[in-house]
């Protein structure tokens, strides 16, 4: 069982920045694949991003590749969200999520966290 909680998020003008946290808890942080989420209203739940650090893998969506950077501190069970150059169009639940393959589909990932707030204003 793991146990996912994010943080992080709030209002930001477009073009800020924010960084997202996800604390893990529970089975051996390092053996899971940890993706990020997004869900705006209205619309189907969307990848971000996700790593395999056991093979220094990572994956970006298009809409945030070269704004947005996955990262984590094993020491600490935490993951991150870098997102730069934020845009209104990233408006959204933010959703951490702990899988066993690095998929961009959400149905692989087996654990999910409540989810934290991001509104980007124009």
């Known amino acids: 069982q793991v146990t996912l909680v994010e943080s992080g998020g709030g209002l930001v003008q477009a073009g800020g920045s924010l960084r997202l946290s996800c604390a893990a808890s529970?089975?051996?942080?390092?053996?899971?694949?940890m993706g990020w989420f997004r869900q705006a209203p209205g619309k189907e739940r969307q990848f971000v991003a996700a790593a395999r650090w056991s093979g220094g893998i990572t994956n970006y969506a298009d809409s945030v590749k070269g704004r947005f950077t996955i990262s984590r501190d094993s020491s600490k069970n935490m993951v991150y969200l870098q997102m730069n150059s934020l845009k209104p169009d990233d408006t959204a639940v933010y959703h951490c999520?702990?899988?066993?393959?690095?998929?961009?589909?959400?149905?692989?990932?087996?654990?999910w966290g409540q989810g934290t707030q991001v509104t980007v204003s124009s």
């Open positions: 999520a702990a899988g066993f393959k690095l998929e961009v589909v959400d149905s692989a990932y087996r654990y």
């Open positions: 529970g089975r051996t942080f390092s053996s899971y694949t």
